[in-house]
């Protein structure tokens, strides 16, 4: 099907687009590598601010600062447009489901690992580096959770 721009493409712009449009469309919604080159690029023009602010140019203060606000403003659009489409998925699971599924990992990893140091290890590397949407309200505890952590308080007999 004929698309909009098609008529203005040529060559190598052309064959960039079509890879693109072949990836699929939640691929193409999603801005969250887009996100991260803006605020590696919003960084640097804080710093360049930083860098201006410092010197006793007012000049140089007066257009690092523009462009500052100009970046940053570009990323909260960024931020928005990316909020928006994710919150709208409807493939997501609630905080309480995926607190459950990571609970079920670990439990996992005490069965397969048993009294091995390796399995509360692994343990304490999911609490500390599974990062939880920010979203959250009330308690995440479950009352298997509050079991399993009494349970893990609990010396095992590796003969039994």
């Not at 721009?5 to 969250?32: C, M, N, R």
Request: hydrophobic share 40%; aromatic share 4%.
């Amino acid at each position: 099907m004929p698309r909009f721009y098609s008529k203005h493409l040529k060559g190598t712009l052309q064959d960039v687009i079509e890879e693109q449009l072949g990836a699929s469309p939640s691929e193409q919604l999603s801005l969250f590598e887009e996100l991260a080159l803006m605020r590696v690029t919003a960084a640097q023009v804080v710093a360049l601010w930083g860098a201006a602010d410092s010197g006793a140019d007012a000049d140089a203060k007066v257009v690092a600062g523009a462009l500052m606000r100009d970046a940053l403003k570009d990323v909260i659009t960024t931020c928005q447009a990316a909020a928006h489409i994710e919150s709208q998925a409807r493939d997501k699971f609630s905080l309480h489901a995926l607190h459950h599924i990571i609970n079920q990992i670990v439990r996992i990893a005490h069965e397969c690992f048993e009294d091995d140091p390796r399995a509360k290890h692994f343990k304490q590397l999911i609490q500390e580096k599974i990062k939880m949407p920010m979203e959250q309200t009330g308690t995440l505890l479950t009352p298997d959770q509050d079991v399993t952590d009494m349970d893990d308080t609990i010396p095992h007999d590796p003969s039994s």
